[in-house]
């Protein structure tokens, strides 16, 4: 190359700065126009979403804010956020997993079987069972949709009945007089849902957790600037470290107001919502931070460009189903927690398509490649809160179910608008 | 002509085709085909529908193995068995089609299967800047934030971005197919000026087209092929558009100003 190419290229280089480059604050809330218009609008509509119907309910029965119903509604949430997650690995890849709500009770019942005192085995090595277990099963479906090329739903709706049958026989073999439901034995399982953290352990966990999400902000922008790129202003990543706060302060203060009846007093954290801020940075991190979780969103946007560029569609496919599985694992022993007990005739069809509802209302797209767990869990307390309200208003399932219903239509609308709307799309 | 400067020891064209040949069944797809591709030139691929351009890029970006022939890569003989073969030497192909992510922004797409990490973690910052300067090297400055995603974009930005992947990936010889195609006036300008300054960062270009205005507008060479063979080749000042119709429907054109072909 001569030296007035380069030249010219220096003199290119800093007038196209200013068009590449984000920098203002009026460029960034343009950008996330753009996305809201494709549809990866991020949280904050479907937070307002939550706050409307969270204000609603309050209008209509004073103790739905009330300390005891807002934990008690966290327990109740606790499941449906965690299968709602699960389910966002395979519909990032544009596929559903109808597995999930009968292998993750299976795991649940091993781990039962496995703590109760004839086995009398360690807590944490029946946690890694109840994980490995739909783990495997989900990875097996994944591995036998991608060699039949048959549509997952017909794959997992396969898994979904294998898994009812295997339900039923384990837990016939495991308690085999017990009329159909296994005790959960172990302290430590029970405490997930049932105990709480220490306030003051509560008030620490809170601020250790917000300290270094707001670390993690800040460095990252401050690196982004040292190396010359747009980093979000100043105002934007403030704001966001202000809300983190706010609600963690919120979240505790409720927690640990005495929520008992009587003389006894019942105060902190529940250690359920831990296991799912655990779950939820561990798994946001993976999807954003590693090549597997930019290969995931790839594979969902577009499988033919992802296998040009190298990527193993197996791989990727088979992993995030597995990962499916392990995460629902960690619901099976939420909801065993929960109920203290696992029974065979939990209703597996309807939890999981709980948990389909809880991702698509939290902003995962049903087309795959757009979604963020954060999603799955507003979407799930949001579930959760139509639940926790109607009965509170003495309203019972026919109305859970149709509001539930309303709302997920309204997501899918968004959703699919969304995509036609999206001018790439056709093209 | 052509200011081409050959060094001692290091033959000018990066890629040489000699007597290609490739038949499907009984259908001979590919006949005799000799092609030299130069660094630093845009060739221009032309022919009528059924002439066989597709099968030609197929056969060098490894789709498919030629039956006849050899293809030497800088001055050594090749044999191409898969498109990983070819992609490993320095050939990328972009289709029609450009094979983008849309939900993926414009640097995820540059890097994508090729990212780059620190501490198993996505390196963010050092692919942006990266992906930046080519995108300056390649004048591409009309997109608004490179963070922004490729569904969002125009079509003639869309193959700007397909265009800069081969680079980023350092390609050393590019194959586009119809890169003009579906693009409007302007677009299509673009994406001409584009292919220029790819040819200047010393990368062979290999521009199939079916617009001749297009070809003529950006090529430093033409090659012709009809029915599965090699009509002409030569720098663009031997042909119009005239010749070039001439040879793309009947293989020969009277009109010609050869003199010797420019092969040889």
Same mark, same amino acid.
């Given at each position: 190359?001569?030296?007035?190419?380069?030249?010219?290229?220096?003199?290119?280089?800093?007038?196209?700065?200013?068009?590449?480059?984000?920098?203002?604050?009026?460029?960034?809330?343009?950008?996330?126009?753009?996305?809201?218009?494709?549809?990866?609008?991020?949280?904050?509509?479907?937070?307002?979403?939550?706050?409307?119907?969270?204000?609603?309910?309050?209008?209509?029965?004073?103790?739905?804010?009330?300390?005891?119903?807002?934990?008690?509604?966290?327990?109740? !949430?606790?499941?449906?956020? !965690?299968?709602?997650?699960?389910?966002?690995?395979?519909?990032?890849?544009?596929? #559903?997993?109808?597995?999930?709500?009968?292998?993750?009770?299976?795991? !649940?019942?091993?781990?039962?079987?496995?703590?109760?005192?004839?086995?009398?085995?360690?807590?944490?090595?029946?946690?890694?069972?109840?994980?490995?277990?739909?783990?495997?099963?989900?990875?097996?479906?994944?591995?036998?949709?991608?060699?039949?090329?048959?549509?997952?739903?017909?794959?997992?709706?396969?898994?979904?009945?294998?898994?009812?049958?295997?339900?039923?026989?384990?837990?016939?073999?495991?308690?085999?007089?017990?009329?159909?439901?296994?005790?959960?034995?172990?302290?430590?399982?029970?405490?997930?849902?049932?105990?709480?953290?220490?306030? /003051?352990?509560?008030? #620490?966990?809170?601020?250790?957790?917000?300290?270094?999400?707001?670390?993690?902000?800040?460095?990252?922008?401050?690196?982004?600037?040292?190396?010359?790129?747009?980093?979000?202003?100043?105002?934007?990543?403030?704001?966001?470290?202000?809300?983190?706060?706010?609600?963690?302060?919120?979240?505790?203060?409720?927690?640990?107001?005495?929520?008992?009846?009587?003389? #006894?007093? /019942?105060?902190?954290?529940?250690?359920?919502?831990?296991?799912?801020?655990?779950?939820? #940075?561990?798994?946001?991190?993976?999807?954003?931070?590693?090549?597997?979780?930019?290969?995931?969103?790839?594979?969902?946007?577009?499988?033919?460009?992802?296998?040009?560029?190298?990527?193993?569609?197996?791989?990727?496919?088979?992993? !995030?189903?597995?990962?499916?599985?392990?995460?629902?694992?960690?619901?099976?022993?939420?909801?065993?927690?929960?109920?203290?007990?696992?029974?065979?005739?939990?209703?597996?069809?309807?939890? /999981?398509?709980?948990?389909?509802?809880?991702?698509?209302?939290?902003?995962?797209?049903?087309?795959?490649?757009?979604?963020?767990?954060?999603?799955?869990?507003?979407?799930?307390?949001?579930?959760?809160?139509?639940?926790?309200?109607?009965?509170?208003?003495?309203?019972?399932?026919?109305?859970?179910?149709?509001?539930?219903?309303?709302?997920?239509?309204?997501? /899918?609308?968004?959703?699919?608008?969304?995509?036609?709307?999206?001018?790439?799309?056709?093209? | 002509?052509?200011?081409? +400067?050959?060094?001692?020891?290091? @033959?000018?064209?990066?890629?040489?085709?000699?007597?290609?040949?490739?038949?499907?069944?009984?259908?001979?797809?590919?006949?005799?085909?000799?092609?030299?591709?130069?660094?630093?030139?845009?060739?221009?691929?032309?022919?009528?529908?059924?002439?066989?351009?597709?099968?030609?890029?197929?056969?060098?970006?490894?789709?498919?193995? @030629?039956?006849?022939?050899?293809?030497? *890569?800088?001055?050594?003989?090749?044999?191409?068995?898969?498109?990983?073969?070819?992609?490993?030497?320095?050939?990328?192909?972009?289709?029609?089609?450009?094979?983008?992510?849309?939900?993926?922004?414009?640097?995820?797409?540059?890097?994508?299967?090729?990212?780059? +990490?620190?501490? *198993?973690?996505?390196?963010?910052?050092?692919?942006?800047?990266?992906?930046?300067?080519?995108?300056?090297?390649?004048?591409?400055?009309?997109?608004?934030?490179?963070?922004?995603?490729?569904?969002?974009?125009?079509?003639?930005?869309?193959?700007?971005?397909?265009?800069?992947?081969?680079?980023?990936?350092?390609?050393?010889?590019?194959?586009?197919?119809?890169?003009?195609?579906?693009?409007?006036?302007?677009?299509?300008?673009?994406?001409?000026?584009?292919?220029?300054?790819?040819?200047?960062?010393?990368?062979?270009?290999?521009?199939?087209?079916?617009?001749?205005?297009?070809?003529?507008?950006?090529?430093?060479?033409?090659?012709?092929?009809?029915?599965? +063979?090699?009509?002409?080749?030569?720098?663009?000042?031997?042909?119009?558009?005239?010749?070039?119709?001439?040879?793309?429907?009947?293989?020969?054109?009277?009109?010609?100003?050869?003199?010797?072909?420019?092969?040889?």
């Amino acid at each position: 190359m001569s030296s007035d190419d380069g030249d010219l290229n220096v003199v290119a280089a800093e007038a196209g700065a200013a068009d590449i480059l984000a920098d203002s604050l009026g460029d960034y809330v343009r950008m996330w126009w753009t996305r809201v218009r494709a549809g990866d609008s991020g949280a904050l509509p479907v937070l307002i979403g939550l706050a409307v119907i969270v204000i609603y309910f309050q209008l209509r029965s004073s103790a739905f804010l009330s300390s005891g119903n807002l934990v008690n509604l966290m327990t109740q !949430a606790a499941w449906i956020v !965690a299968l709602g997650m699960a389910e966002v690995w395979v519909l990032l890849l544009g596929e #559903i997993d109808l597995s999930i709500g009968y292998s993750s009770v299976m795991g !649940a019942v091993i781990a039962a079987w496995m703590v109760s005192p004839s086995e009398n085995l360690p807590w944490w090595l029946a946690v890694l069972a109840a994980l490995a277990v739909p783990a495997v099963f989900s990875g097996i479906l994944g591995l036998l949709f991608t060699w039949l090329r048959a549509p997952s739903f017909v794959v997992t709706l396969g898994g979904m009945l294998m898994g009812q049958g295997l339900l039923l026989y384990l837990v016939n073999v495991a308690a085999p007089s017990s009329g159909g439901t296994i005790r959960l034995t172990s302290n430590v399982l029970n405490d997930i849902e049932g105990g709480s953290m220490s306030p /003051v352990a509560g008030w #620490i966990v809170m601020a250790v957790a917000v300290a270094l999400g707001a670390l993690f902000f800040i460095r990252r922008d401050a690196r982004r600037r040292a190396s010359g790129l747009a980093a979000p202003p100043a105002a934007v990543t403030g704001l966001k470290i202000v809300a983190m706060a706010v609600a963690g302060v919120v979240l505790v203060l409720i927690s640990n107001t005495n929520r008992g009846a009587g003389l #006894i007093s /019942v105060r902190g954290v529940p250690w359920v919502v831990l296991v799912i801020t655990v779950m939820l #940075i561990a798994w946001s991190m993976l999807l954003s931070r590693t090549r597997f979780g930019r290969y995931v969103y790839a594979v969902g946007g577009n499988p033919e460009a992802a296998r040009r560029s190298g990527i193993s569609l197996t791989r990727i496919r088979v992993l !995030a189903f597995a990962l499916c599985g392990l995460t629902a694992g960690v619901m099976g022993i939420i909801y065993a927690s929960y109920l203290g007990s696992v029974s065979n005739d939990t209703n597996g069809g309807q939890n /999981v398509l709980y948990a389909v509802a809880a991702a698509v209302i939290g902003g995962t797209s049903l087309f795959g490649g757009r979604g963020k767990m954060l999603g799955a869990v507003i979407g799930g307390l949001i579930v959760a809160v139509i639940y926790n309200g109607l009965y509170l208003l003495n309203l019972g399932p026919d109305a859970v179910n149709m509001w539930t219903a309303a709302v997920l239509l309204a997501a /899918v609308a968004v959703d699919t608008l969304a995509r036609r709307r999206n001018p790439s799309i056709g093209r | 002509m052509t200011a081409q +400067t050959t060094t001692p020891g290091q @033959p000018q064209e990066l890629l040489r085709l000699a007597g290609i040949g490739k038949s499907f069944g009984p259908v001979q797809a590919l006949h005799d085909i000799d092609l030299d591709l130069p660094v630093g030139q845009v060739t221009a691929l032309l022919g009528d529908n059924g002439a066989g351009k597709s099968t030609l890029i197929k056969c060098i970006s490894g789709i498919h193995a @030629p039956d006849h022939g050899q293809m030497f *890569w800088q001055g050594k003989q090749v044999h191409l068995h898969s498109p990983k073969e070819a992609s490993d030497l320095g050939i990328a192909t972009v289709y029609q089609d450009l094979a983008l992510c849309d939900n993926l922004d414009i640097v995820a797409n540059m890097f994508l299967g090729r990212e780059l +990490t620190k501490n *198993w973690q996505l390196d963010e910052i050092s692919m942006e800047l990266a992906a930046k300067k080519t995108l300056q090297d390649l004048k591409v400055v009309t997109v608004r934030s490179i963070r922004q995603p490729v569904g969002s974009l125009s079509g003639g930005q869309r193959q700007s971005v397909a265009v800069a992947r081969t680079v980023m990936q350092e390609a050393k010889l590019v194959i586009l197919d119809e890169p003009t195609a579906a693009l409007g006036v302007t677009q299509t300008q673009m994406v001409l000026d584009l292919i220029t300054r790819l040819a200047q960062q010393n990368v062979a270009v290999l521009v199939i087209s079916h617009n001749l205005s297009d070809a003529m507008a950006v090529a430093d060479r033409i090659a012709v092929m009809y029915l599965g +063979t090699m009509a002409a080749v030569g720098p663009k000042d031997q042909f119009d558009n005239q010749v070039i119709v001439d040879l793309m429907t009947t293989g020969t054109s009277s009109r010609m100003n050869l003199g010797g072909t420019s092969e040889q």
